[in-house]
Structures are given as structure tokens and as C-alpha cells.
């Protein structure tokens, strides 16, 4: 009969540690859902602050683009308001690469016929204020056939050429910077000293000179810029 007592004690006994060890196991994993839930809603909270931060700065871009599109309709509507000659008087008071670029250029329909001329005369000139500098911008093969590298694309050719945006740049042309970086330019054709100031993205510049490299296929523009 002991020995029946002593076996029945010994079963309780597992019995209990067995729940306790249960117990346990349960409290632990509650407290890891505990853990998880927290985590999960400083989560959420944190994504709230940040959609809402983002928001706040999606807005604040938002606003500076619209300011600088008004601007633009603003400055664009009060050049559209000027005879030709208070235009090309405006551009020539000016005098700057950049300002004969634009007026050579724009589309705003006033008539430029009796200063374009004039226009590209003084943009040659060396009194126009802005910078000058060599880059490259594609090959040119033995066979004479250019290849243009998209570092820029004419926009107004010298001559009456179409499909002219990568045909091979001549002296005259206009050209716009294609890439959304900014471009360093040299001081000569050979020279690997940049200039000081560099080729803003998307602006244009003045064709002054060509070089093809005698020993490569190289094929390179100086330009006048801002």
C-alpha cells in the first residue's frame, strides 16, 4: 500500500511541476505578445510621424514650386508685354550671355526680326558677361560620322538643318546641358584645369569652337554660358 502512496506522490509531484513549468511557458509568452503588441504600436506611431513629416515636406516642396511657377508666369507675362524694341533694349542693357541666349531663343511670339542679328553679334562678343569653357560631347570616327554622348543637345542651329537635336554640333549652335548634374568645364581643349564655375543643369550655351582629337575620336565644344 506504500509503495502505491509513494507512487501516487510521485505522479502528483511531477504533476505540479509540470503545471508550474506550464504556467510559465504561458506567462513568458504572453509577455513576448505583450513585447510584440508594444513594438507594433510604437511602429504604427512612429509610421504616423514620419507619413505626417513627409506630408509636411511633400507640402513644403509643393509650395516652393508653385511660388517659382508663379514667378516664372509672372516674368514670363511681363516680357510678353514689351515691344520689340524695349525687349531687345531690355536684353542689351543686359548684356549678358544668358539674356541673348534666351532672347535668340524664347517663344514668346514678339517679333525679334530687327535684332537677332544684333543679337548673335553681341553674343559673340567678348564684352557679353557670363563664362566660357571646353567640355566634351561625343566622337567623331575617321569616316567623319559623329556620334553624339546625350551630354547635350542643340536647340537652334546655324544653319537650316532638321532632326538637328544630335546631329554633329557646329560653331553658332546653341546647346542645352542634358544631364540632371552640373557640368565642370575646362579651360582649353587640352587642359585638364577646371573652371571655376561650372555648367548648370538643363541651361544653355553658345557654340564659340570645335576640336576633334587628332589621336582619339574625341569630339569637344567650347561654349559660352550664363
Same mark, same amino acid.
Given at each position: 500500500?506504500?509503495?502505491?502512496?509513494?507512487?501516487?506522490?510521485?505522479?502528483?509531484?511531477?504533476?505540479?511541476? !509540470?503545471?508550474?513549468?506550464?504556467?510559465?511557458?504561458?506567462?513568458?509568452?504572453?509577455?513576448?505578445?505583450?513585447?510584440?503588441?508594444?513594438?507594433?504600436? $510604437?511602429?504604427?506611431?512612429?509610421?504616423?510621424?514620419?507619413?505626417?513629416?513627409?506630408?509636411?515636406?511633400?507640402?513644403?516642396?509643393?509650395?516652393?514650386?508653385? =511660388?517659382?511657377?508663379?514667378?516664372?508666369? @509672372? !516674368?514670363?507675362?511681363?516680357?510678353?508685354?514689351?515691344?520689340?524694341?524695349?525687349?531687345?533694349?531690355?536684353?542689351?542693357?543686359? !548684356?549678358?550671355?544668358?539674356?541673348?541666349?534666351?532672347?535668340?531663343?524664347?517663344?514668346?511670339?514678339?517679333?525679334?526680326?530687327?535684332?537677332?542679328?544684333?543679337?548673335?553679334?553681341?553674343?559673340?562678343?567678348?564684352?557679353?558677361?557670363?563664362?566660357?569653357?571646353?567640355?566634351?560631347?561625343?566622337?567623331?570616327?575617321?569616316?567623319? =560620322?559623329?556620334?553624339?554622348?546625350?551630354?547635350?543637345?542643340?536647340?537652334?542651329?546655324?544653319?537650316?538643318?532638321?532632326?538637328?537635336?544630335?546631329?554633329?554640333?557646329?560653331?553658332?549652335?546653341?546647346? $542645352?546641358? =542634358?544631364?540632371?548634374?552640373?557640368?565642370?568645364?575646362?579651360?582649353?581643349?587640352?587642359?585638364?584645369?577646371?573652371?571655376?564655375?561650372?555648367?548648370?543643369?538643363? @541651361?544653355?550655351?553658345?557654340?564659340?569652337?570645335?576640336?576633334?582629337?587628332?589621336?582619339?575620336?574625341?569630339?569637344?565644344?567650347?561654349?559660352?554660358?550664363?
Amino acid at each position: 500500500m506504500k509503495r502505491i502512496d509513494d507512487k501516487i506522490h510521485e505522479i502528483e509531484k511531477k504533476d505540479k511541476k !509540470n503545471r508550474l513549468l506550464y504556467i510559465g511557458v504561458i506567462l513568458l509568452i504572453g509577455a513576448f505578445m505583450g513585447y510584440v503588441l508594444h513594438s507594433e504600436n $510604437q511602429k504604427s506611431k512612429l509610421d504616423f510621424t514620419i507619413a505626417a513629416q513627409e506630408g509636411t515636406i511633400l507640402e513644403g516642396i509643393n509650395k516652393q514650386e508653385k =511660388t517659382k511657377e508663379e514667378l516664372k508666369a @509672372t !516674368n514670363d507675362s511681363l516680357q510678353k508685354s514689351l515691344l520689340p524694341a524695349e525687349y531687345w533694349e531690355y536684353t542689351k542693357n543686359e !548684356n549678358s550671355v544668358e539674356g541673348y541666349i534666351s532672347y535668340i531663343t524664347n517663344e514668346w511670339g514678339i517679333d525679334r526680326t530687327a535684332y537677332l542679328s544684333r543679337a548673335i553679334e553681341n553674343l559673340k562678343s567678348d564684352k557679353a558677361i557670363g563664362f566660357q569653357g571646353w567640355l566634351f560631347v561625343g566622337h567623331k570616327k575617321a569616316d567623319k =560620322t559623329y556620334k553624339s554622348e546625350d551630354i547635350v543637345e542643340v536647340i537652334r542651329p546655324v544653319d537650316g538643318r532638321k532632326n538637328f537635336k544630335d546631329s554633329e554640333i557646329k560653331v553658332g549652335d546653341i546647346v $542645352q546641358l =542634358t544631364k540632371k548634374r552640373n557640368r565642370k568645364t575646362y579651360r582649353s581643349e587640352t587642359s585638364k584645369t577646371k573652371k571655376s564655375q561650372g555648367w548648370r543643369n538643363k @541651361t544653355k550655351g553658345f557654340v564659340t569652337a570645335i576640336w576633334k582629337d587628332p589621336k582619339t575620336t574625341e569630339f569637344k565644344i567650347e561654349i559660352k554660358y550664363y
